[in-house]
Nanobody, 115 residues
């Protein structure tokens, strides 16, 4: 059964950058629309960015101008480039993507931003 596999989280200082990856675990499965979400300690999971297979994107105000979605269709991978990170960006980050005929969640990856 196909899964979404996330990677790229870690510890970074404020102002730094990280790039998260979200890949289909099996060849031959194409990722369609994708959403990135995050959950900080003690808070609800929130949507922060979304992208369609056609390449359009939209972002929550909290990350607009700092985070960017991109994709490598040949590798069935989507990315979340995170720049100018702030301590309040600390959270577990999840991708959620449509792989026909259903949507899947990644396992989550921890991002910690130190001040």
């Amino acid at each position: 059964q196909v899964q979404l596999v996330e990677s790229g989280g870690g510890l970074v200082q404020a102002g730094g950058s990280l790039r998260l990856s979200c890949a289909a675990s099996e060849r031959g499965f194409s990722i369609g629309a994708v959403g990135w979400h995050r959950q900080a300690p003690g808070k609800q999971r929130e949507w922060i960015a979304g992208g369609t297979s056609a390449g359009s994107t939209n972002y929550a105000d909290s990350v607009k101008g700092r985070f960017t979605i991109s994709r490598d269709n040949a590798k069935n991978t989507v990315f979340l480039q995170m720049n100018s990170l702030k301590p309040e960006d600390t959270a577990v980050y999840y991708c959620n993507a449509y792989i026909h005929p259903k949507a899947y969640w990644g396992q989550g990856t921890q991002v910690t931003v130190s001040s």
